[in-house]
C-alpha cells in the first residue's frame, strides 16, 4: 500500500527552466510534508517542508504548492540549474501513530545546461 | 556536530551471514530510525526508537532487529542476510517525536548480499 505516490519517475529539462514533481497522499492525519534532495552516493537531505494550513511556501528557487482538498502536494524549482540535478522525494508524517515518514518513489531529475 | 554517522559505507555478505550496520548521533535527538531504500521505491521505515530503550517496527521489520541502549546509538542487525536485503540502508534521527521536526540521515550503507 503506498499511502504517497510521487510522479514523474524521472524528468529532463534545459537550464532555466522550472521542473515540476507531483504528490498524492490518502493518509488525511498526514500533517506534515517535507521534500528531499538526494544526490549520487548521499543521504537525502531537507529541501523545503509545509504544512497543510498554508497553500504555498516558497525558500529560494524552491516552492511548494499545496491543495488540501485534493490530498496533492507539488515541487517546483524556478530557474533550474545543472546543480538541481538530483533524486527529490516527498514524504509526509503524521500527528499520530508511528509518526514517521513516508515516502514517494522518487524523481530523478537532470537539468541540462 | 558530526550530525549522523554510520559505518560500515560499504559490506558484502553471503546468503547467511549476520551482522551488525551502526548508526551515531551526536546532536542528542530523541528518535532515530532505520530505511531502507531500493530503486523505484523510495525509502521504506525498517525499524524506528523514540527513546532508549524503546524500539518499534516499520513497514518492513522482517529479518532485522534493533536496540537503543544509549541515546547516541541504533545498530540495525541482519540475523540471517538474503539476497533479498540488497539494499541502501539509511540511519536518520530528529530531536522527537513530534512531525514536523527537521529529520537528518546518514551518508548510508550499501550492502550486497551474494
Known amino acids: 500500500q503506498q499511502q504517497v505516490k510521487q510522479s514523474p519517475q524521472s524528468l529532463i529539462v534545459q537550464k532555466g527552466g522550472i521542473p515540476i514533481i507531483n504528490c498524492a497522499y490518502e493518509?488525511?492525519?498526514?500533517?506534515?510534508f517535507p521534500w528531499y534532495q538526494q544526490f549520487p552516493g548521499k543521504g537525502p537531505a531537507l529541501l523545503i517542508a509545509i504544512r497543510p494550513d498554508v497553500s504555498e511556501k516558497k525558500e529560494g528557487r524552491f516552492t511548494i504548492s499545496f491543495n488540501k482538498s485534493a490530498k496533492q502536494f507539488s515541487l517546483h524549482i524556478m530557474d533550474s540549474q545543472p546543480g538541481d540535478s538530483a533524486t527529490y522525494f516527498c514524504a509526509a508524517s503524521s500527528r499520530t501513530g508511528r509518526r514517521a515518514l513516508t515516502f514517494g518513489s522518487g524523481t530523478r531529475l537532470q537539468v541540462q545546461p | 556536530n558530526a550530525g549522523v554517522t554510520q559505518t560500515p559505507k560499504f559490506q558484502v555478505l553471503k546468503t547467511g551471514q549476520s551482522m551488525t550496520l551502526q548508526c551515531a548521533q551526536d546532536?542528542?535527538?530523541?528518535?532515530m530510525s532505520w530505511y531502507r531504500q531500493d530503486p523505484g521505491m523510495g525509502l521504506r521505515l525498517i525499524h524506528y526508537?523514540?527513546?532508549?530503550?524503546?524500539?518499534d517496527q516499520g513497514e518492513v521489520p522482517n529479518g532485522y532487529n534493533v536496540s537503543r541502549s544509549t541515546t547516541e546509538d541504533f545498530p540495525l542487525r541482519l540475523l540471517s542476510a538474503a539476497p533479498s536485503q540488497t539494499s541502501v540502508y539509511f540511519c536518520?534521527?530528529?530531536?522527537?517525536?513530534?512531525?514536523?521536526?527537521?529529520?537528518?540521515f546518514g551518508p548510508g550503507t550499501r550492502l550486497t548480499v551474494l
Open positions: 526508537s523514540v527513546g532508549a530503550g524503546i524500539t
Open positions: 546532536m542528542n535527538h530523541e528518535y
Open positions: 536518520a534521527s530528529r530531536y522527537d517525536r513530534a512531525s514536523g521536526n527537521e529529520q537528518f
Open positions: 493518509n488525511t492525519a498526514f500533517d506534515y
